[in-house]
């Protein structure tokens, strides 16, 4: 085994090891880094790498790296040892062709439709360029969606007459998006769920490999509607990382203003929706109002109230003048003012508590094995939050608490939530009493080429840890490969399992606890006929119209 050091400034290492000992291996770096980050292919020369990212809670990253051969790579799988492996590895058994031995659903896709030819390469090989994915779907005479069904594993009683399994999904009135769950059930109760993703197809990792850093900035922050700065952000450090640029600090004050503000946001259309969903359609009405204001300042600041198109490798792309942070405080005094009214109205509601106290619960030992990330795991207890433990932008210099709640069900997620609100408001008004001079804005967009290396960069969006490794070749204006792992993934696996024992009426609710966006898992290729110049000629400047994520 050797050792491989990756960019000081990643403060982590990466550890070769033996595809044999794969096992073996995640055994014992998960006795002290139990939280598996995610796993990262990449297809280089004529080899698959495999990168196992784990994190111990405080922000220590430690890899292992494996190598396999292009043609028929195998290893075994990991999801006996940590359960949130499973969707991970059928991402990458998806995209890169991969089989991992033992897993627990070898023959199911995740991503890719059941029609994608059996013997056709993987969309991700880099032997796979955009133009032959497109006659190879074009061969293809009809392709059909992913299928609606998941064969339940693992037991022969799910065979019996007293089990039931039902689909929900992937279009059901409380899904935002399109997303299907096979459920067994025994009268009422599910005793199994598994989930099954790739309804809306986006080929965001692939187009970022044939567009330049600064391009690539502008597709990524498209994976989601609610989240997009936190995606363009994310990518943003990880670039950074790997140029060698260093903001300003009037830069990362003003990154950091605009990603709280966006907390806001989200953190307030959840609490609504969940409302909604429990059937208080007061709540959904008095906060999605109170929202508006946050919105308003969102598109004071970058123009845009989506796609803020805010950031950029090396700065943002404006700065705020003393007027508009004159407006951003008061307007944050006006909204903690009516967010405090609404907050207590809402957690004073008898019935919200009866209808989400423990319902979904599980324990802090189930969520750390899925891998949950944000919000849901820190309302089991876990103060897993990337702005403390690997702090970034502004956050070094500003005072905040990391909530957290025992419950681990939908009440204690939700109280999370909602006293989060009130640190990002706390953040806020510390930003704008010591946001520093200078100019946040590069004197020139970055239109350079790339070193030779790797870089990871960790920030925390609203639903939680987002994760994004990069590539670079030296010479190259392009990233050769730009790795995203949304925090909807990990949590999903929870949702899965924090579904058992609870009634159907319940699903709705115990999804929502989760926050999920669909929309930003799904990053495969899809093919529609007629729509060829969207995947393969898309414009520099990328149409707003392309953003499939969340609703806003």
């Known amino acids: 085994m050797g050792a491989v050091s990756l960019p000081k400034s990643d403060g982590t290492t990466v550890k070769l090891v033996p595809s044999e000992s794969i096992v073996d291996a995640v055994k014992e770096i998960a006795t002290t880094h139990p939280h598996l980050v995610g796993i990262t292919a990449v297809h280089a020369d004529s080899n698959i790498e495999l990168l196992y990212s784990f994190d111990n809670f405080r922000?220590?990253?430690?890899?292992?790296?494996?190598i396999l051969p292009d043609k028929q790579p195998s290893i075994d799988s990991i999801s006996?040892?940590?359960?949130?492996?499973?969707?991970?590895?059928?991402?990458?058994?998806?995209?890169?062709?991969?089989?991992?031995?033992?897993?627990?659903?070898?023959?199911?896709?995740?991503?890719?439709?059941?029609?994608y030819p059996a013997g056709a390469p993987p969309p991700l090989l880099k032997t796979v360029t955009m133009d032959q994915l497109m006659k190879l779907l074009d061969s293809v005479q009809e392709l059909q969606p992913p299928s609606p069904a998941i064969p339940i594993t693992g037991s022969s009683r799910y065979s019996a007459e007293s089990v039931v399994i039902l689909p929900f999904g992937p279009y059901h009135p409380a899904l935002k998006e399109p997303e299907h769950f096979a459920?067994?059930?025994?009268?009422?109760?599910?005793?199994?769920?598994?989930?099954?993703?790739?309804?809306?197809?986006?080929?965001?990792?692939?187009?970022?490999?044939n567009r330049t850093f600064l391009q690539a900035l502008f597709l990524v922050e498209r994976v989601c509607g609610i989240c997009s700065f936190h995606h363009s952000w994310t990518y943003t450090l990880a670039a950074e990382k790997l140029l060698g640029i260093t903001p300003g600090a009037r830069a990362e004050y003003l990154r950091t203003l605009v990603a709280e503000l966006e907390r806001i946001h989200s953190h307030s259309l959840w609490i609504g929706l969940l409302g909604y969903w429990a059937g208080f359609d007061s709540m959904f009405m008095w906060l999605w109002s109170a929202r508006e204001r946050i919105m308003k300042l969102l598109e004071m600041i970058a123009g845009n109230r989506v796609n803020k198109s805010y950031i950029t490798i090396g700065g943002v792309r404006a700065d705020v003048s003393d007027e508009k942070l004159k407006i951003v405080q008061r307007e944050i005094e006006e909204f903690k003012k009516e967010f405090k009214k609404i907050s207590e109205a809402v957690m004073s509601y008898e019935p919200l508590w009866e209808r989400t106290k423990n319902i979904g619960s599980f324990t802090a030992e189930l969520a750390?094995?899925?891998?949950?990330?944000?919000?849901?795991?820190?309302?089991?207890?876990?103060?897993?939050?990337?702005?403390?433990?690997?702090?970034?932008?502004?956050?070094?210099?500003?005072?905040?608490?990391?909530?957290?709640?025992?419950?681990?069900?939908?009440?204690?997620?939700?109280?999370?939530?909602v006293k989060e609100t009130f640190e990002s408001i706390r953040i806020i008004e510390q930003i704008v009493e010591k946001i520093p001079s200078g100019n946040p804005v590069p004197q020139t967009f970055f239109m350079g080429t790339s070193k030779e290396g790797e870089a990871f960069a960790r920030t925390e969006p609203p639903r939680g840890e987002l994760y994004y490794y990069l590539r670079g070749k030296v010479g190259s204006r392009n990233p050769y490969r730009v790795k995203i792992r949304t925090p909807t993934l990990p949590n999903l696996v929870l949702a899965a399992?924090?579904?058992?024992?609870?009634?159907?009426?319940?699903?709705?609710?115990?999804?929502?606890?989760?926050?999920?966006?669909?929309?930003?898992?799904?990053?495969?290729?899809?093919?529609?006929?007629g729509m060829e110049p969207l995947m393969v000629k898309l414009p520099r400047s990328v149409p707003a119209n392309l953003s499939l994520g969340c609703p806003i």
């Not at 492996?85 to 033992?102: K, L, S, T």
């Not at 459920?183 to 490999?209: D, M, Q």
């Open 368 to 417: 750390i094995s899925a891998g949950a990330v944000g919000p849901t795991l820190r309302g089991a207890g876990i103060p897993y939050d990337i702005r403390k433990i690997e702090p970034y932008g502004a956050y070094p210099d500003l005072s905040f608490e990391v909530i957290t709640e025992k419950g681990g069900d939908v009440l204690s997620i939700s109280t999370v939530r």
């Open 183 to 209: 459920l067994a059930l025994e009268g009422e109760k599910i005793v199994e769920a598994r989930p099954r993703i790739g309804y809306v197809h986006r080929g965001i990792e692939k187009l970022a490999e």
């Open 59 to 66: 922000g220590e990253l430690r890899h292992l790296r494996v």
């Open 80 to 115: 006996g040892i940590l359960l949130g492996a499973y969707i991970y590895e059928m991402e990458v058994r998806d995209m890169f062709g991969v089989n991992f031995n033992g897993h627990p659903l070898p023959n199911t896709r995740l991503l890719l439709p059941d029609s």
């Open 497 to 529: 399992e924090a579904l058992k024992g609870y009634t159907l009426a319940d699903v709705p609710l115990i999804l929502t606890m989760i926050d999920p966006c669909f929309s930003c898992e799904d990053r495969a290729i899809v093919y529609v006929k």
